[in-house]
């Protein structure tokens, strides 16, 4: 009888990974993190970010996809005189 599971030493056969994590992979890598720096504590945190996650300062709106997003609506809502 032919035992057909895999021993410890054998290796398994190597799986591709789907495309869309493939090409998700590649825009990391060429296009890297994006980060911004606390004006308090001057340490990097990632640009996508509101407030540090070190210290808890408020980051400059203009950095990362939320804070543009922020931004646009107190431009979107500010009250016109």
């Known amino acids: 009888m032919v035992n057909e599971d895999l021993k410890d030493w ?13 090409r998700k992979w590649v825009e990391r890598d060429h296009f890297g993190k994006k980060f911004a720096l606390c004006p308090s ?11 540090c ?13 939320l804070g543009n ?9 500010r009250k016109q005189n």
Not at 41 to 51: D, F, G, I, R
Not at 70 to 77: A, D, E, T, V
């Open 10 to 22: 054998e290796q398994l056969p190597e799986e591709m990974p789907p495309e869309k994590l493939v």
């Open 41 to 51: 504590c001057q340490k990097e945190v990632p640009a996508e970010n509101l407030t």
């Open 53 to 65: 996650i070190f210290c808890g300062a408020r980051i400059c709106e203009n950095s990362g996809l």
């Open 69 to 77: 997003l922020l931004g646009w609506f107190k431009r979107l809502f």
